[in-house]
């Protein structure tokens, strides 16, 4: 979290809140104690025997399963002396803030069970995090755990009037991110800045501050910081892996980012998930909280990996579909993509497609030997217009599907035949030479010349005039365009010399480059 926040935005905010909690006496005294250099483990639990409620709490902390050595310890002094100076500390905040808050009912549609259930979990699964991955920040795992949630009572109590609404949004229990968007500052930034104004310790007031925000997260200098807001974050996946309704996501993300962060296995992430829960039980008991009736962590676990197993089930099917979809998307580009290069009347490939080929196959020889020259006949229907006048424009139409099928199947797979426009054609012929290009053209000539169209009872002969050329060598792209001109210009002498004939250019390579 940006300093920016803590100091500027934040404190002008909650100056407008009413009832914010302030620490209690006896945890004053505790921060007064452990700053100073000279006080005693003695001076420490004089000043918790004046709390005979907070020091009865720490006697039990001391015997439970999270400190117990097996002996049994009966002094506040032995207590103090067993969890030492920095953890008697740690704890006596937790407990005596604790004690000052709500345990049960609502303050609107914030539910303070839900509160301390779910803090209670955090806090037990940080510091079981903080001894897994051998962190010596357990304490202050368990004490930011406890509180990693506190901005959002704070909130409740103290800005009802603005929290309400989000809370509504977010279903009694919002998240960060929504926080964010709806007030310009998340819960946890409220938590760290009051935490700050205590004088707590900055490991303390700045991880809260920033566990819920991964970009800042990395960005933090100090690697006890940045260590204890992973396990933080990961405490938080914990808890709502035994807290949510929906349990499988979390389940997955934990198991992902304890892998990714510690390298800890899937195995020993649900063998701690289950045996946080005798140390949730104790922590209950010791701050007096009630949890809710609940099923056991083993049933728990079993729930998260059924809907773990749905969730990936549901993602592997929406993969599935969102495949086919992009299959669909495909076939549709190709067929869009086909009818956007075809000629709607004969189906041949049209001019847009011609160019494009002709365009390729010039670019492929440009600096480079290609065996066999690049051949080009363009192809014009003799008196075209006459048939249109005589027989009308739907006889026209079929003489232009009669000449376009032969030439596509008549010419070689490789070769390409379009409709170049009106009633000319084009064949373009990858691989050739002047004989091979005389050959097609005059193939192609007879095979139309022979095919006869039934009009009104009557059989009407068809002819096309042909131009050629064929090109061994290109030198740049603009030469497309040259043999086009060669081309056609062989065409228009075949019509000059009486049509139904080819005429073609006899050398391999332009006029003037002999």
């Not at 795992?141 to 009802?160: M, N, P, Q, T, Y």
Request: some cysteine.
């Amino acid at each position: 979290m940006s300093p920016h926040v803590f100091e500027k935005e934040l404190p002008a905010i909650l100056t407008r809140a009413d009832n914010l909690p302030s620490l209690p006496a006896v945890a004053l005294e505790v921060l007064r104690i452990s700053q100073d250099e000279d006080a005693t483990l003695d001076d420490m639990a004089s000043c918790l025997s004046r709390d005979p409620a907070l020091a009865a709490k720490l006697l039990k902390l001391a015997n439970s399963s999270l400190f117990s050595t097996g002996k049994s310890v009966t002094t506040l002094q032995r207590a103090t002396m067993l969890l030492g100076m920095k953890t008697v500390k740690l704890m006596a905040l937790s407990f005596s803030l604790a004690g000052s808050l709500p345990k049960k009912g609502k303050q609107g549609s914030f539910d303070f069970t839900e509160y301390w259930h779910r803090s209670i979990v955090c806090a037990i699964a940080a510091r079981s995090l903080a001894r897994l991955v051998k962190s010596p920040q357990g304490d202050e795992a368990f004490l930011s755990g406890l509180f990693v949630h506190f901005g959002k009572l704070i909130l409740a109590r103290c800005l009802a009037e603005e929290y309400e609404p989000v809370l509504v949004e977010g279903s009694g229990w919002p998240s960060t991110r929504l926080e964010q968007q709806r007030l310009g500052f998340s819960s946890t930034d409220v938590c760290a800045t009051l935490l700050k104004s205590w004088d707590l310790p900055a490991l303390i007031y700045v991880t809260v501050g920033t566990w819920a925000h991964p970009e800042e997260l990395e960005r933090l200098e100090d690697p006890l910081q940045k260590q204890l807001g992973q396990i933080l974050a990961l405490a938080h996946l914990a808890e709502q892996v035994l807290c949510n309704l929906e349990k499988g996501e979390a389940l997955a993300r934990l198991h992902q980012e304890m892998a990714r962060v510690f390298r800890i296995s899937d195995s020993e992430v649900n063998a701690l998930l289950v045996g946080l829960e005798s140390g949730i039980n104790e922590a209950a008991e010791l701050l007096s909280i009630q949890l809710p009736g609940q099923t056991t962590h083993d049933e728990i676990i079993n729930q998260a990996r059924m809907q773990m197993v749905q969730v990936s089930l549901g993602t592997v099917l929406d993969l599935a579909a969102a495949q086919r979809r992009n299959q669909e998307l495909e076939s549709e580009k190709t067929v869009l993509a086909t009818r956007a290069n075809t000629d709607k009347l004969t189906g041949l490939p049209n001019r847009a497609a011609f160019d494009g080929f002709l365009e390729q196959e010039i670019q492929s020889r440009i600096g480079s030997d290609v065996p066999r020259a690049l051949g080009l006949l363009m192809v014009d229907v003799d008196h075209f217009k006459r048939f249109n006048d005589t027989y009308g424009h739907q006889i026209g139409d079929e003489v232009l599907r009669m000449v376009g099928g032969l030439l596509g199947r008549l010419t070689r797979k490789g070769d390409i035949t379009a409709r170049y426009g009106g009633e000319e054609f084009a064949v373009v012929l990858p691989r050739t030479n002047p004989f091979g290009l005389k050959t097609l053209a005059e193939r192609l000539r007879e095979a139309i010349e022979k095919e006869l169209l039934e009009v009104d009872g009557k059989s009407v002969s068809v002819t096309v005039s042909v131009g050629g050329a064929c090109i061994a060598r290109f030198e740049g792209p603009q030469e497309g365009a040259a043999l086009i001109k060669l081309a056609d210009h062989y065409l228009y002498k075949a019509k000059k010399n009486g049509r139904n004939r080819c005429e073609l250019y006899p050398k391999m390579e332009f006029p003037g480059q002999g």
